[in-house]
């Protein structure tokens, strides 16, 4: 098993010193050209990726412009209070502990993923208005509360009234939703029954 150091390097200088049969390199190009034609980085039609990438990026921003600037799309009933001065921040149910912050996100959250979901036209816009009209209310009664903990101060009480002035948007829009649906289900019985 031991084996003398010295005939191991003689051996291995033996196989340095070979030199390879002329042409193998040539033919070595020539099968890495078979198995891999063509060149790393240049891809045919390279210009119309970028003129299809540049058109998709111009389509995304017009609809996004065309969808932030639609005011009949734009539905908002559920606005935090806002600073009335920068030297004087109001007060929100968020601030007073982290909490009260997630159940806020969590309900803000959930009305405006409910409201981005109602289509106001067509047949359902009169139920839809009754109800957005309720919902401002709710909104203009939020406004007044966080008056209020501004004022008094934080109490049970006013954050109670504030969370389930929330939970009552919230339960409205899914009302709201049920309705919508049973209206549409009936639509759906009086066009589907035959004619007698």
Known sequence: MAQDIRKLFEEERKLENKKMPAGHEH??????????????????????????????LITAGYILYAVLNNPAEKVTIVDLPKSVNEKSKQLTLGDISPELKKIEDYYVTNINLELLDLDPRGENKKIIDKYLIRLSELNDEYKNLTKELNEIGPNEQTIN??????????????????????????????YSQPEV
């Open 161 to 190: 009234a504030l969370i389930n002035n929330l939970q009552l948007r919230l339960q409205l829009l899914d009302r709201l939703k049920e309705r919508l649906k049973e209206l549409k289900k009936l639509k759906n019985e009086t």
């Open 27 to 56: 033919k070595f190009v020539e099968m890495l050209d078979k198995e891999f034609p063509g060149k790393p980085g240049k891809t045919p039609f390279f210009f119309l990726k970028i003129a299809a990438s540049f058109v998709l």
